[in-house]
């Protein structure tokens, strides 16, 4: 019998049990994808403590499995799921420990979600490097995919990349972090390839709160000439071995029904050079009269591997090679010594495949990363978002300065790749007077900051005259661009409050969320950029502040930012609140709403919000919203709504204005209210995170109980 099959043949009737025990989830990372933003539950039958995945990942859609799936035994976390319509590669972005040895798994219920009946089959990457595959085998099988692996630096990239064989989805991400002392290897990172619980008469799964580090424990298959034997009492009650398999586990275990027959068991790897690593763990479990023993010897394709095996009784132990099996042939067998009167036994098993991943060397003197690049390579390896370049680095990345993408006040910025993935490289002119401070405001917040609706800062070079800042690829350009009368392709209603409600996210996090809090200072549609999904991102953060934490809310400074979006509260005071960055919101939800600049053509009204004022007076909307937008092309209530929230963030008094958490709601509302207009009785799909939408989820390696 094939150990490989035990993992696809004990499926039926999979549940999980609930523990009776606490345990510590200090360390977990438990993202149920998918979930609606700032959501969070403790899941009913494991006790884990569920966030919702939207602030570790910029891209994807929400989605909600099919309702034939959401049966009462099916953990939470299956519910929804984040799908990835678009783009090759999606990825999260995980902060961790560095040097902490981390279980990392993603888990997958496809469920019909896209009511299309077609299960995909996609790659995982861990930053870079690929290093499992998913094949989702039908509608209501759970496949999940796990690798111990210890980061080198302070996060990882988990990534999702379309194939041409399906839409790439996941239902939970989750981290563990683990003892250091175990599963260690001579550098390679482990992929699960099978747990098993030996002996077990239930049937059931075994994860968290039964095992402390959250691993799964399946049942295998019958296996001949075996048989099991079990016991009520605790194994492991008053010490833990390292690895520290569960008790619930370790109290059963599988025997030899011939007593002088050996236990055997195997399995046929895909190739000859995949390397694996096996821990097997045995306790005693009955308690033996003075006349009885149990020894045994473990062989592998013959050979001796471990042994003499002396279980403890109702203690572990876990017996393993330092280093990785290789050969083609993995064939063990337990046999019993000639003086034991007893056949062996096996508790569990687990067996990992090596998987090689590469990955940048930390210099631990001053953080800089050291990169080797291999000669056939024009790229570096990305692994860090404060991550120190050299000017030779740049040169390399922009190809020697080849494709200009823009100019500033402050340098230029040009197109590059970083690992094969497109970046915006600004380069501060050496003549700019300001250019350090500008380089040392934008480098200061972004090191520290992360939220899907902020450009990521990928890395900078600081030497000597030569500063640089390396930003993710924004493909769709800024918002200036798509509201300009210039441009013949008008951005729809919908497309304007969404651009709207993610720039309101971004500067929501950056006050409410970030301690100390920060001001951008310079919010205007050419510093809000949009990607290849038309997600749109806070840009730019050059003229930023930080609020002092006993400076009152607001910080003294002198007046910086863009005639037009300036608050004219700070303009006349030179105090600077987050309120500063709501009037210049508002002035950009102007813009968005009429397509008109911040100071239109108008000699009575030369402000817009004096324009807008004016026209709402008049009480007719369609007179304000883009003219380029025809009647039925918006909503009128979400129109006026919107205009609602613009006039309230240009108050002149500071107090009147809402907070960027208040406009966000503001927004949603908005949105809300568009779609409903457009849906008149059908369901209109969407990829705003504040919209779920009925589509399926699937679990992997097991069908749902029914």
Request: proline share 5%; with cysteine.
């Amino acid at each position: 019998m094939l150990i490989k099959h035990f993992l696809f043949v004990f499926l039926s009737g999979f549940t999980l049990i609930l523990l009776v025990h606490a345990q510590d989830q200090s360390g977990f990372i438990s993202l149920d994808c998918g979930l609606p933003q700032n959501s969070s539950y403790t899941e009913h039958i494991t006790g884990i403590n569920y966030i919702s995945d939207a602030t570790f990942i910029d891209t994807g859609v929400s989605m909600s499995i099919s309702p034939a799936y959401k049966l009462n035994s099916l953990e939470e976390q299956y519910l929804y799921v984040r799908s990835f319509p678009q783009g090759i590669r999606n990825c999260y972005t995980i902060s961790l420990t560095s040097g902490t040895r981390y279980l990392i798994r993603g888990s997958f219920l496809y469920a019909n979600y896209d009511a299309k009946s077609k299960p995909p089959a996609f790659d995982l990457h861990l930053d870079a490097n690929k290093w499992g595959s998913v094949t989702i085998i039908d509608d209501s099988t759970f496949i999940y995919s796990e690798i111990i692996h210890v980061p080198n630096l302070d996060h990882i990239d988990f990534c999702l990349v379309n194939t041409g064989h399906g839409t790439p989805f996941i239902s939970a991400l989750e981290l563990r972090p683990l003892k250091s002392d175990t599963y260690v290897t001579q550098s390679e990172s482990l992929s699960t390839f099978v747990r098993l619980d030996f002996g077990t008469l239930t049937n059931e799964t075994y994860r968290y709160k039964d095992d402390v580090f959250d691993r799964m424990w399946f049942p295998p298959t019958p296996m001949i000439g075996w048989t099991s034997i079990s016991t009520s009492l605790t194994v492991d009650a008053t010490s833990h071995i390292d690895f520290q398999p569960p008790s619930v586990v370790m109290s059963s275990a599988s025997t030899a029904i011939n007593t002088s027959a050996p236990m055997t068991f195997n399995w046929v790897p895909p190739d000859n050079t995949t390397q694996y690593y096996v821990y097997m763990h045995f306790a005693e479990i009955k308690e033996l009269q003075a006349n009885q023993s149990r020894i045994f010897n473990i062989s592998l394709n013959g050979k001796p591997w471990g042994g003499p095996i002396i279980p403890t009784y109702l203690q572990s132990t876990t017996v393993y090679s330092p280093s990785a099996l290789s050969g083609g042939k993995y064939e063990f067998a337990l046999y019993k010594i000639e003086q034991s009167t007893l056949p062996p036994l096996i508790n569990a098993i687990e067996v990992y495949t090596v998987v090689q991943l590469l990955q940048s060397q930390t210099d631990q003197k001053d953080g800089d990363v050291t990169v080797d690049v291999p000669s056939n390579s024009q790229t570096l390896h990305l692994e860090s978002k404060n991550r120190k370049f050299t000017p030779s680095d740049i040169e390399m990345i922009t190809n020697n300065c080849k494709t200009l993408l823009g100019e500033g006040a402050f340098g230029k910025v040009y197109h590059g790749y970083v690992d094969g993935n497109p970046v915006a490289v600004k380069i501060i002119s050496e003549t700019a007077v300001e250019g350090y401070q500008q380089f040392q405001s934008e480098v200061g917040p972004l090191i520290r900051v992360h939220h899907k609706n902020l450009t990521t800062l990928v890395g900078y070079c600081n030497e000597r005259t030569k500063l640089s800042l390396i930003y993710e690829y924004m493909a769709n350009g800024d918002v200036h661009s798509h509201i300009s009368e210039k441009n013949s392709n008008i951005l729809s209603w919908e497309g304007r409050i969404r651009i709207a409600l993610d720039s309101a996210q971004g500067l929501a996090y950056l006050h409410d969320d970030c301690n100390p809090p920060i001001i951008h200072r310079d919010v205007k549609p050419s510093n809000i950029l949009v990607n290849e999904n038309f997600q749109a991102k806070i840009a730019d953060f050059g003229l930023s502040r930080v609020i002092p934490t006993d400076g009152g809310g607001y910080v003294n400074t002198i007046v910086a930012g863009t005639l037009g979006y300036l608050d004219p509260e700070y303009f006349r005071t030179n105090k600077l609140t987050t309120k500063s960055d709501v009037f210049s919101f508002g002035v950009v939800l102007l813009n968005l709403i009429t397509g008109q600049p911040a100071r239109v053509k108008s000699p009575e009204n030369p402000h817009i919000s004096q324009f807008v004022r004016f026209m709402v007076a008049k009480g007719d909307i369609r007179s304000i919203v883009d003219q380029r937008l025809s009647n039925g092309d918006f909503d009128v209530n979400s129109a006026w709504n919107a205009v609602e929230i613009s006039m309230a963030c240009v108050s002149e008094n500071p107090p009147d204005r809402p907070t960027m958490s208040e406009v966000v709601i503001g927004l949603k509302e908005c949105l809300a209210t568009e779609f409903s207009h457009r849906r008149e009785g059908s369901v209109t799909e969407s990829n705003d995170s504040s919209q779920i939408f009925t589509m399926n989820v699937t679990t992997g390696a097991r069908p749902l109980a029914r």
